[in-house]
C-alpha cells in the first residue's frame, strides 16, 4: 500500500508568484484535504475535495484554489504569493465513512516566500 | 467556536519516565473524534492514538493512554516508560463528521536521557 507524497519538498518563490504544490492519495482514498501550518503552530485548515469536488473551506483567501483529479490526486495552487504564505504545507487523504476514518498525511512541501 | 486548548508549549521527562500532556477543547457537538498526532523533526503527522466521543472508555495504544473526560472537555495523553523515540510536537486534535481536523498549538516534548 503506497502512502500520501507531496511534491515538491522544498520550493523557494517570490512574493507576487503563484506556486503549485501536488499530492498523492493513499491507494483507495477519494478525500484529500489540505492545511498550512506555520513555524510554531498547529496545522490550519485550508479545504478538502471529495470526488473532484470542494467539501468545505477553512478561512483561506480565494487565491488558494485547488484541484482533485480522477486518480484522487491533488494541487494546491497559491497566487499572489505574500511572505505570511511561507510554511508547511500538508496534505491528508481518507476514505470517509459514517463511522469516520483517520486521515493519513504527507510529509508536507515547506513553501519559503522571499 | 470549536477550538483545541493545549496549555503546555514545552514539556521535559526522563527517559523511562512518564509524562502527561494535557489538552482542552471547546465544542457543541455531542458526536465528534479526539486525536493525539506526534509531528517529529521529520514533519511527517503520525497518529498517536484517537477516541471516539461516545466511548466512555479511555483509549490504549501500547505505552500510549488518554484520559477522556467529556464534560471537562478534556483529553490528555499520558505515556509511560518514555522513550528518546518520543520526542517530537504533540499535537491534540478533534473532528466532527465533516472530516475537517482542528489542531491545538502543540506541545514539544524532551527526553532526557
Known amino acids: 500500500e503506497t502512502g500520501v507524497t507531496q511534491s515538491p519538498t522544498h520550493l523557494i518563490k517570490t512574493r507576487g508568484q503563484q506556486v503549485t504544490l501536488r499530492c498523492s492519495s493513499q491507494?483507495?482514498?477519494?478525500?484529500v484535504s489540505w492545511y498550512q501550518q506555520a513555524l510554531g503552530q498547529g496545522p490550519q485548515f485550508i479545504f478538502q475535495?471529495?470526488?473532484?469536488?470542494?467539501?468545505g473551506r477553512g478561512n483561506f483567501p480565494p487565491r488558494f484554489s485547488g484541484l482533485q483529479f480522477p486518480n484522487y490526486s491533488s494541487e494546491l495552487n497559491v497566487n499572489a504569493l505574500e511572505l505570511d504564505d511561507s510554511a508547511l504545507y500538508l496534505c491528508?487523504?481518507?476514505?470517509?465513512?459514517?463511522?469516520?476514518?483517520?486521515?493519513?498525511f504527507g510529509p508536507g512541501t515547506r513553501l519559503t516566500v522571499t | 467556536a470549536q477550538t483545541v486548548t493545549q496549555s503546555q508549549p514545552e514539556m521535559s521527562v526522563q527517559e523511562a519516565e512518564t509524562v502527561t500532556l494535557s489538552c482542552t477543547y471547546d465544542?457543541?457537538?455531542?458526536?465528534?473524534?479526539l486525536f493525539w498526532y506526534k509531528q517529529p523533526p521529520s514533519r511527517q503527522m503520525i497518529l498517536v492514538i484517537r477516541q471516539e466521543a461516545y466511548k466512555q472508555q479511555n483509549a490504549t495504544e501500547n505505552r500510549f493512554s488518554v484520559n477522556f473526560q467529556k464534560a471537562a472537555k478534556s483529553f490528555s495523553l499520558k505515556i509511560s516508560d518514555s522513550q528518546l523515540g518520543d520526542a517530537a510536537m504533540y499535537f491534540c486534535a478533534y473532528r466532527v463528521r465533516d472530516d475537517k481536523i482542528i489542531f491545538g498549538k502543540g506541545t514539544r516534548l524532551h527526553i532526557l536521557p
Open positions: 491528508a487523504s481518507s476514505l470517509p465513512t459514517l463511522g469516520g476514518h483517520e486521515q493519513y
Open positions: 475535495y471529495y470526488r473532484e469536488e470542494e467539501n
Open positions: 491507494s483507495g482514498h477519494n478525500t
Open positions: 465544542t457543541s457537538e455531542s458526536d465528534y473524534y
